[in-house]
Every structure is written in structure tokens, then in C-alpha cells.
């Protein structure tokens, strides 16, 4: 086996990845260092299983979260971000951020100084999971979440700060808009450089597999500059990028009866409180979703609940330059250390991240192993409170029966 070495990228962006590669870890807090010692069981041994040893990875822990603020007194350190820049792609636990304490959220801060501007968070349903859906087997998107701007910015001030005030008096006196005071105050930027970007790798995803729509989710009919603006870049960039792959519904209708051509995407846009009832009641008709920030967090959650929740939904964070793959779910602090929740988030997500690495054979391993498991009714205590005759077991023992599965 050669010696271990680190992800680097072609010019045009493609990856490189050695046989023996070095892959950046995170472990997590509360329940992240439970779910992670059994996803890292469960990529070794689908990657054991795919490439009998003639691939491998090496795993490099980052003290990031709670653990690097108890060893080096900085929870989120330069070094960490430094070293995913470096070896391109990791993959992270749940990171907690204490309520009220002044330490802004270290998921968001991932994302935002290593720029990883998309969210990308499949939803699909894994056979025999309870769901409260009649049909869960009809979902299967994907969702594109804008990840750097919207309300997600951070930029607010507290009701009755100095700062509040100066806003709220900057708005009475030079734009005439009279705001109660004090209130709090928030400011929501989009722009139209990241929302194209965003489109585009959604519109790129629908090609490079096979997906026939992406949808456009916002509430412009309110909110027409920044969430309206949207759904306009999202079909400029359609057009100027994708004219010769891509159609809009006016041009579906108008030109070819409404029936997609081979081969084409179709791009649409829909409100998004109306959306919310659409992918409850027809959800077959949609596939790629890409939607501002908050939008994102809501939809993807609510499409995680139809197909068993977040401890089955998997998460990546991806930008130009890396990737973070991570856990979808929080870090449930009272489970911590009892070696008790559901690892399938952080395992799926693994398998993504294999599949982003080309390491497909292992990522299908992964998901095939999972889906025996469950339908085998051996499954962590938060499905088998729902599932007929399953047979309970911890998060570390359903790591290993996926592993024997293979």
C-alpha cells in the first residue's frame, strides 16, 4: 500500500484522490463521538469490502467543537479550517453551540470561512423506515441550499443596543420608514453572483445524474428583491449557462405540449409556503430543489420527517475549493456517552462522501448494507420504538451489523 497522501484538484476541478488518502475527521459533541466510531467502522469496512485492500483511508482528527475548546481554548481554530482547505475533503459529528453564551454557531462558521456555499441534502426513502407518509417511497430529491447570505449572514442587532438604535434612526430620517423602537433588527443579503452559483451546481447535479427538473423555491411574491431576485438569477443563469440542456414551464407548454424532450431539464419555480404542500402531496413531481438559506433549513428538515427524520438524512456542505460532509441532526447531549442514537446520518453522509470522491463501489455498499439492516428490523432504539418485532440495538452494534452485512 502506498504512503497515505492528501486530495488535491485537477484545473478543472475535478479531484484527485490517492489509493491510500488521508481524510480529516471531527468528531463532534454530545452524541458525536458515539455515531462517529460507528461511521468510521462502517466506511472502513465498506471500503475494505469494494477494493480489497487496495484502497484505504487515513484518518486525521481536527479538535474542533468542544473538545478543541478544552485543548487549545479556541472552539472553531484556524489551523482546523486550514487543514480541510488542505486536504479538500472531511467529514464532521454534530458541534454544539451554547444558547445565549455569545459563540455564534461553528456549523455556520464552517460554512461560511471555508465558503462552502451550497448545502446539499438528498432525501430518499430506505425501504421499511416508518415514515407518516402514505407513499414515502414517491420522495426522492434533492435540495440545493444557498449557504453563505440570506438571514444566515449574521448580521442583527439586539432590541434597545446602541447599534439598533442608529439603524432604526438611519431608516426614519433617510428612507422614511418608521420601525417601532426599540426592536431588534436583522439584515437579509442575497446577491446574484452566489445565487448563480448555487443554481448552477444544482442545474449541474440534475444533468450529471440523470434528474429531469430543478426547482426554484422563494417567496418573491413578499419578499420581490431579495427572495423574488432569486428565482430571477436562478433562471438567468439557466439560460445563460444551460440554454441548450434546460427549458422553463412557459416553454414546456408553449412548444412541446407539455412533454419534456429527451434529455432536457425542466426548470420551474414555486412559492415556497406552497411548495411545503406540494412535496406532501405530489411528490414525485419534484427531484432537484434549490432554495435560499432558511428556506433550505426548513424544507430539508420537513422532507427529512417524511422519510423517518433526521436521524436518517444525510448533509454535505461543498464549495469550489472543499467539502465538509457532516451529521444533519444535533448533538443530543443527554444520549451522550450511552452509546445509544442512530448513526445512519453521519454513515449516509460518509457515503456521500465517497461518492464525491469516486469511491462509488463503497458508498453503494454502504447504502445497500443499511437498507438490509433496517429491513432486517435491527436498528437503534429510535425505529425500533416504531417498528413491529425489531430487535433493539445500540448505535455502536448497528455500525457492526452493517459491517457483517457486507
Known sequence: ???????????????????????????????????????????DGAVAAAYKGAKRITWKELLVGEKGFEKTGQWLSDDALDQIKKHVVAIKGPLTTPVGKGIRSLNVSIRQKLDLFACVRPVKYIESVPSPMKHPEKIDMVIFRENTEDLYAGIEWESGSTEAREVIAFFREKMKIFLSDPCGIGIKPMSAKNTKRLVASAITHAMEN?????????????????????????????????????????????????????????????????????VLLR?????????????????????????????????????????????????????????????????????????????????DVIRSSLQETVKAKTVTYDLARQ???????????FGKALVDKM
Not at 475535478?14 to 460507528?38: K, Y
Open 1 to 43: 500500500m502506498e504512503t497515505p497522501d492528501i486530495i488535491t484538484k485537477n484545473s478543472d476541478g475535478t479531484l484527485l484522490v490517492p489509493d491510500n488518502v488521508i481524510l480529516p475527521f471531527i468528531e463532534g459533541d454530545g452524541t458525536g463521538p458515539d455515531i462517529w466510531r460507528a461511521t468510521r467502522m462502517v466506511i
Open 283 to 363: 411528490p414525485e413531481e419534484f427531484e432537484v430543489i434549490a432554495t435560499p438559506n432558511l428556506n433550505g433549513d426548513y424544507i430539508s428538515d420537513a422532507l427529512a420527517a417524511q422519510v423517518g427524520g433526521l436521524g436518517m438524512a444525510p448533509g454535505a456542505n461543498i464549495g469550489e475549493h472543499c467539502a465538509v460532509f457532516e451529521a444533519t441532526h444535533g448533538t443530543a447531549p443527554k444520549y451522550a456517552g450511552l452509546d445509544k442514537v442512530n448513526p445512519s446520518s453521519l454513515i449516509l453522509s460518509g457515503a456521500m462522501m465517497l461518492d464525491y470522491m469516486g469511491w462509488k463501489a463503497a458508498a
Open 210 to 278: 440523470g434528474r429531469k427538473s430543478v426547482t426554484l423555491m422563494h417567496k418573491g411574491n413578499i419578499m420581490k428583491f431579495t427572495e423574488g431576485a432569486f428565482s430571477k438569477w436562478g433562471y438567468e443563469v439557466a439560460k445563460e449557462d444551460f440554454g441548450q440542456m434546460t427549458l422553463t414551464e412557459e416553454e414546456l407548454y408553449k412548444t412541446h405540449d407539455g412533454v419534456l424532450p429527451q434529455g432536457k431539464i425542466l426548470i420551474k419555480d414555486r412559492i415556497a409556503d406552497m411548495l411545503f404542500q406540494q
Open 387 to 397: 417498528i413491529d418485532g425489531a430487535q433493539e440495538i445500540s448505535c455502536s452494534a
